[in-house]
């Protein structure tokens, strides 16, 4: 998929992360057709240089953030896809605008998240303004992962309004908008209705679902953690430059032990300051595992969609059900089982001639054909949808064990990395002791 893993330190060229993706795309591929399966085997792409402008108006001034999107073809090949080397700027709100159409376009396709848009499971000194520079290079960094993502994925990376979104500046929004892509959205009272009256729900999905869940628990619960070590480590750190400045104060005083002291405060105030480093590092790694936390949420609206099709799929075999109930009742001459206008006319104004009830046989022979056609329609789509929704969920499942593994790893490898550093520090502290 796109960039999976944020860098590991130091961080990882937009170059590498991309080499990573097309790797794990071509899993399980033709070997004869895996030169362009993807976007991205064959167009750079590149989140850069983000800009702060400012939009006045007559009754407000709205500040906001640009991202410049680079994308640079590297098949001569491939040429005829677009313009060699492309730049334009891009808002946030476009990047949802790309997602929302992707979403409801591919209902079957685990859409890659958008960061954050604010801070969550922070540390307590970390920013959390959506315009401090760090926070808007940390979202640079998520919104390239994003459109590395898409491009890398094999179903989604060839659609012309990403294939726009990346290439054409001007009219982007009215050529999205000209898809009515908003209309084939199911309503939130749908899938409220969908998730609580399916009478044979897929126990698959009902699976994916809890996958999810757990998903994001387990997730979530790092992070909290996470933000909780952070503050302590913040707080034992930054204690040490209390620490050098004593050591240096008791220099001024101490004449023969003046150099030890001097010392031995510059090393306490190297290890105070060496949280921050730290700390931005971790920042990474945090921001990788929020991907994951969002992909939760990628993962129910797959469900959310299956149950929707689901529902109409029972409605529709429901519909013919009934259809078929009163034919079958006109045509044995019966009156109705139950209560109906029908039935209570029927008592009113005596029942219908042999004219009238054949007529209406006919009109239901007719509506149940249709009918039949409407439910044949609807059962290859979802069975379609099935299909297309578990492949790619396992699509996902892959991905995901093989980044948290990089992730972990990295992370891992990173508080060695620390503790080694640490070590040094404080064996210099403590020769510079030895001679007080």
Same mark, same amino acid.
């Given at each position: 998929?796109?960039?999976?893993? #944020?860098?590991?330190?130091?961080?990882?060229?937009?170059?590498?992360?991309?080499?990573?993706?097309?790797?794990?795309?071509?899993?399980? $591929?033709?070997?004869?057709?895996?030169?362009?399966?993807?976007?991205?085997?064959?167009?750079?792409? $590149?989140?850069?240089?983000?800009?702060?402008?400012?939009?006045?108006?007559?009754?407000?001034?709205?500040?906001?953030?640009?991202?410049?999107?680079?994308? =640079?073809?590297?098949?001569?090949?491939?040429?005829?896809?677009?313009?060699?080397?492309?730049?334009?700027?891009? =808002?946030?709100?476009?990047?949802?605008?790309?997602?929302?159409?992707?979403?409801?376009?591919?209902?079957?396709?685990?859409?890659?998240?958008?960061?954050?848009?604010?801070?969550?499971?922070?540390?307590?000194?970390?920013?959390?303004?959506?315009?401090?520079?760090?926070?808007?290079?940390?979202?640079?960094?998520?919104?390239?992962?994003?459109?590395?993502?898409?491009?890398?994925?094999?179903?989604?990376?060839?659609?012309?309004?990403?294939? #726009?979104?990346?290439?054409?500046?001007?009219?982007?929004?009215?050529?999205?908008?000209?898809?009515?892509?908003?209309?084939?959205?199911?309503?939130?009272?749908?899938?409220?209705? #969908?998730?609580?009256?399916?009478? +044979?729900?897929?126990?698959?999905?009902?699976?994916?679902?809890?996958?999810?869940?757990?998903?994001?628990?387990?997730?979530?619960?790092?992070?909290?953690?996470?933000?909780?070590?952070?503050?302590?480590l913040y707080g034992i750190h930054k204690v040490h430059a209390n620490y050098a400045r004593v050591f240096g104060e008791w220099s001024s005083i101490e004449k023969e032990m003046a150099e030890a002291l001097q010392s031995t405060g510059h090393y306490m105030d190297v290890y105070a300051s060496s949280i921050d480093g730290i700390l931005d590092e971790t920042e990474q790694y945090a921001d990788q595992l929020k991907e994951y936390l969002a992909f939760g949420e990628s993962l129910r609206s797959v469900c959310r969609k299956y149950e929707c099709m689901q529902y109409d799929l029972e409605r529709a075999e429901d519909g013919l059900s009934s259809k078929a109930a009163q034919r079958d009742v006109l045509?044995?001459?019966?009156?109705?089982?139950?209560?109906?206008?029908?039935?209570?006319?029927?008592?009113?104004?005596?029942?219908?001639?042999?004219?009238?009830?054949?007529?209406?046989?006919?009109?239901?022979?007719?509506?149940?054909?249709?009918?039949?056609?409407?439910?044949?329609? $609807?059962?290859?789509?979802?069975?379609?949808?099935?299909?297309? #929704?578990? =492949?790619?969920?396992?699509?996902?499942? =892959?991905?995901?064990?093989?980044?948290?593994?990089?992730?972990?790893?990295?992370?891992?490898?990173?508080?060695? +990395?620390?503790?080694?550093?640490?070590?040094?520090?404080?064996?210099?502290?403590?020769?510079?002791?030895?001679?007080?």
């Amino acid at each position: 998929m796109e960039a999976d893993t #944020a860098p590991s330190p130091p961080p990882e060229s937009v170059e590498s992360k991309q080499n990573e993706i097309v790797c794990d795309t071509n899993k399980n $591929t033709n070997p004869t057709t895996i030169s362009h399966t993807t976007l991205l085997q064959w167009m750079d792409i $590149t989140v850069l240089e983000p800009e702060k402008r400012t939009n006045t108006s007559m009754k407000m001034q709205d500040t906001y953030i640009v991202y410049l999107v680079e994308t =640079r073809v590297t098949d001569e090949n491939m040429k005829g896809y677009g313009e060699r080397t492309t730049s334009l700027w891009r =808002r946030y709100s476009e990047f949802e605008l790309l997602r929302n159409y992707l979403d409801i376009m591919y209902p079957a396709i685990v859409i890659p998240p958008l960061p954050e848009k604010k801070a969550t499971y922070t540390w307590l000194n970390s920013p959390t303004d959506k315009l401090d520079p760090e926070f808007v290079e940390r979202r640079r960094n998520a919104l390239e992962i994003f459109l590395l993502r898409i491009a890398a994925h094999p179903v989604i990376c060839s659609d012309k309004i990403f294939m #726009a979104f990346l290439q054409q500046e001007n009219s982007w929004k009215e050529m999205v908008y000209s898809t009515d892509f908003q209309s084939k959205a199911d309503s939130r009272l749908k899938a409220l209705n #969908a998730s609580f009256r399916l009478k +044979k729900p897929d126990r698959r999905f009902e699976e994916i679902k809890n996958y999810s869940n757990e998903l994001q628990n387990n997730i979530s619960n790092i992070l909290k953690i996470r933000a909780k070590i952070c503050d302590r480590l913040y707080g034992i750190h930054k204690v040490h430059a209390n620490y050098a400045r004593v050591f240096g104060e008791w220099s001024s005083i101490e004449k023969e032990m003046a150099e030890a002291l001097q010392s031995t405060g510059h090393y306490m105030d190297v290890y105070a300051s060496s949280i921050d480093g730290i700390l931005d590092e971790t920042e990474q790694y945090a921001d990788q595992l929020k991907e994951y936390l969002a992909f939760g949420e990628s993962l129910r609206s797959v469900c959310r969609k299956y149950e929707c099709m689901q529902y109409d799929l029972e409605r529709a075999e429901d519909g013919l059900s009934s259809k078929a109930a009163q034919r079958d009742v006109l045509s044995q001459g019966k009156a109705p089982g139950s209560f109906s206008i029908s039935g209570m006319k029927s008592k009113i104004f005596g029942n219908d001639t042999p004219e009238q009830r054949d007529e209406k046989i006919k009109q239901l022979d007719e509506q149940i054909q249709q009918a039949e056609v409407e439910l044949q329609q $609807t059962n290859e789509e979802t069975a379609k949808f099935v299909e297309a #929704a578990l =492949r790619d969920t396992e699509r996902f499942k =892959r991905q995901k064990a093989k980044d948290l593994q990089e992730i972990f790893t990295n992370f891992a490898i990173m508080q060695i +990395k620390e503790c080694k550093k640490g070590i040094a520090i404080w064996t210099s502290a403590k020769d510079c002791m030895s001679k007080i």
